[in-house]
C-alpha cells in the first residue's frame, strides 16, 4: 500500500511503500493510546543520507570534546588534538555544503580554536558552521 508523507527533515512530499499490516498494528496500538505514527518519521534519501553522513563526525567531535573537558587529553596532545578536530570540522562542513548546495565556506581556524578553549560548546560551535553553510558567501 502507498502512504503519502513528508519528510520529517525537509518535508518534501513522499510516497512511502508501507506494508498492510502496518495499519492494523497502528489501529491496535491506538486502543492503548499509543502513537505508532511511523510515517512522520519518514526521510526523503536526500536527508537521510545527510543525517547518516554527519551523525558519525559528531559523535566523534562530541567524544574528543569531551575528553577535552574531562581533562583526559594531556597538554603535550593538544595540538594534534587541534588537527584531528579541524580535518573532522572540515569534513563537517563539506558535507553540510553539499546537502544545502552552497559552496564550501572558507576555513576559519577559529572554529577548532573555540572547541580547544570551550569544548562543552562544540554543538553550538556546529551550529555556527551549520549556519556558515546556509549563508551565500559575498565576493
Ligand atoms: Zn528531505
Redesign the pocket.
Known sequence: MIAHGK?K??H?ALNLIVDDGYFELKEKFAKDKIDLDLIKLA??D??ADYQNAKYPIEQRIKKICMNLLGGLIPKVEHEKTREVLTALCQRYMGIVARYKNTPVPIWDAEITDSMMRTPGNFSLILCDVRRMCAQPTLV
Open positions: 519528510c527533515f525537509c518534501k526521510a526523503c536526500r536527508c
